[in-house]
């Protein structure tokens, strides 16, 4: 395996991935300032609570699109074009005949839900049910449109995915500025357009995929061998994508439940964040993934045992870099965000990035269990230490807590998942455990104390304002990359990077 070339291709896709992020970021944070100023706390709380219905049956998808990225990449990796059609093509059949059945079922549940045990106020029932409506009808489209963007990531064409993504955010954009002028209700407004937008997505994945991916046509065939396989990887991929968004969605309706919707909305401001903040190590995988899928699949275990170490702690890297700025900066960054924010709003928010800083360190370690195929035990463990978050969350809020411990707990229980994830891979994957601590947790530990007190001092001396905020982020931006280069990083990684730059350069 040309080991130079696949760097130089991460290195790429990781910089299109990047760009897309940033952009995405900023103008996603701008929108969502636009829509919650423009939809009040109230009906943005509902749009949240009501939207997390339809969420909590994403684990399917999230579960299929990790099965159709493995399978994909590993077809491609072992250059197996013939089964890589009809790998493609049995995926497409599958998630249309899954998105009518969770359309069916999705549509009686959460009509029960909404109008039977939701706290919304009975003059908004009407317009959460059209915004349940438009919500279902979007969730309908991103799982028929799972195929085609497993298909883009397996083939590493970042550069299609990064524009795609950075015109959705700019059509969502749009769609908050139309909502200011909105004639008619504004909430369900918001979700006629959001699904419009989901509409125009989907035809962009569809059509690059027809014109430019012709490796992996689709073809009329109906094979059952496929069916398993992918049945039993998406039926063990299920139990922690179920668990995950089992969490997320329990926890906006306890919240709705105990602390009421203007709680809601301030955890759907922590969501936005977090999700920000996690799309920085979300991009990254995207970018290496596929390659260790397809290292695994053509059997190079020298350069899979490479990658999870070295994309361990570049995936940590990456997430600080915007991390750090923002914790230290937050009350001034929501209050430039977003003028007014709900109480709590600052603790939510830090609560939740713990979570996001350990799920990046970690991204790597699971990606690689998935490549072997074999992820039942990993997956059980997992699921039951993962599902612990719903009666202690419970129990937290029951007992009076205001939400902050309720989101510790979340990111207390990844912790542990987290060591035991490490400690299972040494068995199974048989990574050398002392070189994984020394080299990933260590180096990256030592980083955090030589990066993180100097931009505290800085907030702490001078306090909140434009001065410390630019000042902290740009010292981070300079000093991070500087230490992770010299002590974060081996010498036969900073020698790749060297030699990646210098082919760069001629």
């Known amino acids: 395996m040309n080991v130079v070339a696949n760097t130089n291709r991460i290195a790429k896709n990781t910089g299109y991935l990047y760009l897309r992020m940033i952009l995405v970021t900023v103008v996603s944070l701008y929108t969502s300032r636009i829509v919650l100023q423009t939809l009040g706390f109230e009906d943005f709380g509902i749009y949240n609570v009501v939207a997390s219905i339809v969420v909590f049956f994403s684990f399917i998808n999230h579960a299929l699109k990790n099965a159709c990225t493995r399978y994909l990449s590993c077809d491609i990796g072992a250059n197996d074009h013939e089964s890589l059609k009809r790998t493609y093509s049995m995926a497409i059949n599958l998630h249309l005949i899954l998105a009518f059945g969770a359309f069916v079922l999705l549509e009686i549940i959460g009509t029960i839900i909404i109008n039977g045990y939701l706290d919304i106020d009975p003059e908004r029932l009407v317009a959460a ?102 049945a039993v990887y998406s039926g063990w991929s299920l139990l922690v994508n179920a668990s995950d ?54 059997g190079d275990k020298e350069y899979f045992y490479k990658l999870i170490y070295t994309t361990s702690k570049i995936s940590y890297y990456l997430m600080i870099l915007p991390l750090l700025p923002l914790l230290i900066n937050l009350p001034f960054v929501l209050e430039l965000w977003l003028d007014d924010y709900p109480n709590l709003t600052e603790k939510y928010v830090s609560a939740m990035l713990l ?55 979340w990111s207390f229980v990844n912790l542990i998942c987290a060591i035991v994830r490490t400690l299972y891979s040494k068995t199974f994957l048989h990574i050398d455990l002392w070189h994984y601590v020394k080299d990933v947790i260590g180096r990256t530990m030592l980083v955090t104390i030589m990066v993180a007190p100097l931009p505290f001092y800085i907030v702490h001396q001078y306090g909140q304002g434009w001065i410390t905020l630019g000042s902290t982020t740009l010292l981070t931006c300079v000093l991070l990359p500087i230490v992770a280069y010299y002590f974060g990083l081996g010498s036969a990684e900073r020698q790749q990077i060297q030699i990646m730059i210098k082919s760069k350069l001629k």
């Open 129 to 230: 049910n059209w915004v349940f409506q438009f919500s279902l009808i979007t969730f309908c489209l991103s799982t028929i449109q799972i195929p085609f963007d497993a298909n883009i990531i397996a083939h590493e064409h970042m550069d299609y995915y990064a524009i795609i993504s950075i015109a959705e955010a700019l059509g969502k954009l749009g769609v908050a500025f139309l909502l200011i002028v909105s004639p008619i209700d504004k909430l369900v407004m918001y979700g006629a357009l959001m699904m419009l937008i989901a509409v125009l997505v989907f035809m962009g994945y569809f059509i690059y995929c027809k014109v430019k991916l012709t490796d992996s046509h689709y073809i009329r065939i109906w094979d059952r061998k496929i069916i398993e396989d992918f």
């Open 245 to 298: 968004v089992a969490i997320i969605s329990a926890r906006g309706i306890f919240f709705n439940v105990f602390l009421g919707v203007v709680a809601n909305a301030a955890l759907g401001i922590a969501n936005q964040i977090y999700n920000a903040i996690a799309m920085f190590s979300r991009n990254f995988a995207s970018a290496f993934t596929p390659q260790i899928f397809k290292s695994y699949a053509s």
């Open 355 to 409: 979570f996001a800083v350990l799920d990046a360190i970690q991204a790597p370690l699971w990606n690689a269990i998935y490549a072997t195929g074999n992820i039942k035990t990993h997956q059980i463990m997992m699921a039951t230490l993962k599902l612990l978050v719903l009666p202690l969350t419970w129990l937290a809020l029951r007992l009076g807590d205001n939400g902050v411990w309720a989101l510790l707990i």
